[in-house]
T-cell receptor, first 112, second 112 residues
Framework: GQNIDQPTEMTATEGAIVQINCTYQTSGFNGLFWYQQHAGEAPTFLSYNVLDGLEEKGRFSSFLSRSKGYSYLLLKELQMKDSASYLC?????????????FGSGTRLLVRP | KAGVTQTPRYLIKTRGQQVTLSCSPI?????VSWYQQTPGQGLQFLFEYFSETQRNKGNFPGRFSGRQFSNSRSEMNVSTLELGDSALYLC???????????FGPGTRLTVT
Protein backbone atom coordinates (compact mmCIF):
# COMPACT_ATOMS: atom_id res chain seq x y z
CA GLY A 1 0.00 0.00 0.00
CA GLN A 2 0.89 3.64 0.12
CA ASN A 3 1.70 5.45 3.33
CA ILE A 4 3.34 8.77 4.18
CA ASP A 5 4.13 9.80 7.75
CA GLN A 6 5.21 13.14 9.11
CA PRO A 7 4.91 14.72 12.56
CA THR A 8 1.67 16.57 13.18
CA GLU A 9 3.14 19.65 14.85
CA MET A 10 6.50 21.23 15.58
CA THR A 11 7.54 24.39 17.35
CA ALA A 12 10.78 26.29 16.83
CA THR A 13 12.31 29.66 17.65
CA GLU A 14 12.92 32.51 15.25
CA GLY A 15 16.48 32.35 13.88
CA ALA A 16 16.88 28.66 14.67
CA ILE A 17 17.04 25.59 12.40
CA VAL A 18 14.26 23.02 12.19
CA GLN A 19 14.14 19.62 10.46
CA ILE A 20 10.81 18.14 9.38
CA ASN A 21 10.96 14.41 8.69
CA CYS A 22 8.89 12.36 6.28
CA THR A 23 8.85 8.59 5.87
CA TYR A 24 7.04 6.88 3.06
CA GLN A 25 6.07 3.52 1.64
CA THR A 26 4.99 3.32 -1.99
CA SER A 27 5.22 0.68 -4.66
CA GLY A 28 6.27 2.92 -7.54
CA PHE A 29 8.32 5.75 -6.06
CA ASN A 30 9.09 8.40 -8.65
CA GLY A 31 10.09 11.49 -6.71
CA LEU A 32 9.32 13.41 -3.53
CA PHE A 33 8.05 16.96 -3.21
CA TRP A 34 7.77 19.40 -0.34
CA TYR A 35 5.06 22.05 -0.31
CA GLN A 36 4.38 24.92 2.08
CA GLN A 37 0.81 25.86 2.90
CA HIS A 38 -0.14 28.92 4.94
CA ALA A 39 -3.52 28.82 6.65
CA GLY A 40 -6.32 29.54 4.21
CA GLU A 41 -3.99 29.51 1.21
CA ALA A 42 -3.02 27.03 -1.50
CA PRO A 43 0.13 24.90 -1.21
CA THR A 44 3.23 26.35 -2.85
CA PHE A 45 6.06 24.25 -4.26
CA LEU A 46 9.29 24.24 -2.23
CA SER A 47 11.52 21.41 -3.43
CA TYR A 48 11.80 18.20 -5.40
CA ASN A 49 14.07 15.17 -4.88
CA VAL A 50 14.23 12.12 -7.11
CA LEU A 51 17.83 11.01 -6.45
CA ASP A 52 19.45 10.42 -3.06
CA GLY A 53 21.12 13.38 -1.47
CA LEU A 54 20.61 16.96 -0.48
CA GLU A 55 19.03 19.70 -2.59
CA GLU A 56 19.64 23.22 -1.33
CA LYS A 57 17.59 26.26 -2.22
CA GLY A 58 18.33 29.32 -0.12
CA ARG A 59 17.19 28.81 3.47
CA PHE A 60 15.47 25.55 2.54
CA SER A 61 17.12 22.18 1.91
CA SER A 62 15.57 18.80 1.27
CA PHE A 63 17.18 15.40 1.65
CA LEU A 64 16.17 12.03 0.26
CA SER A 65 17.21 8.45 1.00
CA ARG A 66 15.31 6.09 -1.27
CA SER A 67 16.65 2.95 0.38
CA LYS A 68 15.30 4.12 3.75
CA GLY A 69 12.08 5.63 2.40
CA TYR A 70 13.01 8.84 4.19
CA SER A 71 13.17 12.53 3.48
CA TYR A 72 13.57 15.67 5.51
CA LEU A 73 13.05 19.37 4.94
CA LEU A 74 15.54 21.63 6.67
CA LEU A 75 14.64 25.25 7.32
CA LYS A 76 17.45 27.57 8.42
CA GLU A 77 17.36 31.05 9.95
CA LEU A 78 13.70 30.64 10.75
CA GLN A 79 11.44 33.63 10.27
CA MET A 80 7.99 34.25 11.67
CA LYS A 81 6.55 33.96 8.15
CA ASP A 82 7.74 30.33 8.05
CA SER A 83 4.87 29.43 10.37
CA ALA A 84 2.82 27.20 8.07
CA SER A 85 2.01 23.58 7.27
CA TYR A 86 4.66 21.65 5.38
CA LEU A 87 3.40 18.85 3.16
CA CYS A 88 5.48 15.92 2.03
CA UNK A 89 4.20 14.38 -1.22
CA UNK A 90 5.38 11.30 -3.06
CA UNK A 91 4.85 10.78 -6.77
CA UNK A 92 3.77 7.21 -7.25
CA UNK A 93 3.91 5.53 -10.62
CA UNK A 94 1.28 2.96 -11.56
CA UNK A 95 1.63 1.44 -15.03
CA UNK A 96 2.25 4.48 -17.20
CA UNK A 97 0.53 7.08 -15.05
CA UNK A 98 1.52 9.02 -11.96
CA UNK A 99 -0.28 10.42 -8.97
CA UNK A 100 0.86 12.62 -6.12
CA UNK A 101 0.16 11.25 -2.65
CA PHE A 102 0.31 13.77 0.19
CA GLY A 103 1.13 13.28 3.83
CA SER A 104 -1.14 14.92 6.39
CA GLY A 105 1.29 17.79 6.81
CA THR A 106 3.40 19.16 9.66
CA ARG A 107 2.17 22.36 11.26
CA LEU A 108 5.20 24.47 12.17
CA LEU A 109 4.89 27.28 14.67
CA VAL A 110 7.77 29.74 14.82
CA ARG A 111 7.97 31.68 18.08
CA PRO A 112 9.83 34.95 18.69
CA LYS B 1 2.75 34.70 -16.07
CA ALA B 2 -0.70 34.32 -14.51
CA GLY B 3 -1.13 31.56 -11.97
CA VAL B 4 -3.75 28.85 -11.71
CA THR B 5 -7.23 30.29 -11.32
CA GLN B 6 -10.27 28.59 -9.89
CA THR B 7 -13.89 29.65 -9.91
CA PRO B 8 -15.92 30.10 -7.90
CA ARG B 9 -13.86 30.71 -4.76
CA TYR B 10 -16.73 29.96 -2.40
CA LEU B 11 -19.90 27.95 -2.86
CA ILE B 12 -22.76 26.89 -0.62
CA LYS B 13 -24.97 24.04 -1.82
CA THR B 14 -27.67 21.83 -0.36
CA ARG B 15 -27.52 18.06 0.00
CA GLY B 16 -28.63 16.32 -3.17
CA GLN B 17 -27.65 19.16 -5.48
CA GLN B 18 -24.80 19.03 -7.95
CA VAL B 19 -21.91 21.40 -8.44
CA THR B 20 -19.38 22.23 -11.16
CA LEU B 21 -16.01 23.76 -10.35
CA SER B 22 -13.70 25.31 -12.90
CA CYS B 23 -9.91 25.50 -13.17
CA SER B 24 -7.74 27.43 -15.64
CA PRO B 25 -4.13 26.21 -15.60
CA ILE B 26 -0.99 28.25 -16.09
CA UNK B 27 -0.48 29.02 -19.77
CA UNK B 28 1.42 26.19 -21.44
CA UNK B 29 0.57 23.64 -18.74
CA UNK B 30 -1.22 20.61 -20.11
CA UNK B 31 -1.67 18.56 -16.95
CA VAL B 32 -4.40 19.42 -14.44
CA SER B 33 -4.94 17.53 -11.19
CA TRP B 34 -7.73 17.91 -8.68
CA TYR B 35 -7.53 17.39 -4.92
CA GLN B 36 -9.92 17.46 -2.00
CA GLN B 37 -8.60 18.90 1.25
CA THR B 38 -10.34 18.42 4.59
CA PRO B 39 -9.00 18.90 8.12
CA GLY B 40 -9.40 15.21 8.91
CA GLN B 41 -8.12 13.62 5.69
CA GLY B 42 -5.59 16.12 4.41
CA LEU B 43 -5.01 16.49 0.67
CA GLN B 44 -6.49 13.61 -1.30
CA PHE B 45 -6.01 13.04 -5.01
CA LEU B 46 -9.17 13.04 -7.09
CA PHE B 47 -8.01 12.77 -10.70
CA GLU B 48 -5.55 14.02 -13.26
CA TYR B 49 -6.13 15.11 -16.84
CA PHE B 50 -3.58 15.50 -19.60
CA SER B 51 -4.46 16.52 -23.13
CA GLU B 52 -8.20 16.02 -22.49
CA THR B 53 -7.69 12.46 -21.20
CA GLN B 54 -8.08 11.27 -17.64
CA ARG B 55 -4.70 9.77 -16.78
CA ASN B 56 -5.34 8.71 -13.21
CA LYS B 57 -8.11 8.56 -10.65
CA GLY B 58 -8.13 8.48 -6.86
CA ASN B 59 -10.40 6.49 -4.58
CA PHE B 60 -13.54 8.60 -4.80
CA PRO B 61 -17.07 7.49 -5.71
CA GLY B 62 -18.44 7.92 -9.21
CA ARG B 63 -20.31 11.04 -8.08
CA PHE B 64 -17.02 12.84 -8.63
CA SER B 65 -16.17 13.38 -12.28
CA GLY B 66 -14.17 15.73 -14.38
CA ARG B 67 -13.12 16.71 -17.85
CA GLN B 68 -10.53 18.75 -19.63
CA PHE B 69 -11.01 20.93 -22.68
CA SER B 70 -8.74 21.48 -25.65
CA ASN B 71 -7.41 24.71 -24.09
CA SER B 72 -6.39 22.67 -20.98
CA ARG B 73 -9.07 24.26 -18.80
CA SER B 74 -10.69 21.67 -16.57
CA GLU B 75 -13.94 21.23 -14.73
CA MET B 76 -14.92 18.86 -11.98
CA ASN B 77 -18.46 17.90 -11.13
CA VAL B 78 -19.91 16.46 -7.97
CA SER B 79 -23.43 15.09 -8.21
CA THR B 80 -25.86 14.26 -5.40
CA LEU B 81 -23.90 16.26 -2.86
CA GLU B 82 -23.43 14.89 0.65
CA LEU B 83 -22.51 16.76 3.83
CA GLY B 84 -19.13 15.02 3.78
CA ASP B 85 -18.30 16.66 0.45
CA SER B 86 -17.74 19.95 2.27
CA ALA B 87 -14.08 20.68 1.64
CA LEU B 88 -11.54 22.84 -0.12
CA TYR B 89 -11.15 21.66 -3.71
CA LEU B 90 -7.76 22.43 -5.15
CA CYS B 91 -6.68 22.32 -8.73
CA UNK B 92 -3.00 22.08 -9.68
CA UNK B 93 -1.35 22.39 -13.06
CA UNK B 94 2.00 21.29 -14.40
CA UNK B 95 3.77 21.23 -17.76
CA UNK B 96 3.39 17.47 -17.80
CA UNK B 97 2.70 14.76 -15.28
CA UNK B 98 6.32 14.39 -14.17
CA UNK B 99 6.88 18.05 -13.31
CA UNK B 100 6.10 19.98 -10.10
CA UNK B 101 2.54 21.12 -9.67
CA UNK B 102 1.34 24.65 -9.06
CA PHE B 103 -1.85 25.04 -7.08
CA GLY B 104 -4.75 27.39 -7.53
CA PRO B 105 -6.39 29.19 -4.57
CA GLY B 106 -9.09 26.54 -4.30
CA THR B 107 -12.87 26.49 -4.14
CA ARG B 108 -14.34 26.26 -0.65
CA LEU B 109 -17.50 24.14 -0.95
CA THR B 110 -19.96 23.98 1.93
CA VAL B 111 -22.82 21.49 1.75
CA THR B 112 -25.73 22.12 4.11
Amino acid sequence: GQNIDQPTEMTATEGAIVQINCTYQTSGFNGLFWYQQHAGEAPTFLSYNVLDGLEEKGRFSSFLSRSKGYSYLLLKELQMKDSASYLCAVRDREDSSYKLIFGSGTRLLVRP
Amino acid sequence: KAGVTQTPRYLIKTRGQQVTLSCSPISGHRSVSWYQQTPGQGLQFLFEYFSETQRNKGNFPGRFSGRQFSNSRSEMNVSTLELGDSALYLCASSRATEYEQYFGPGTRLTVT
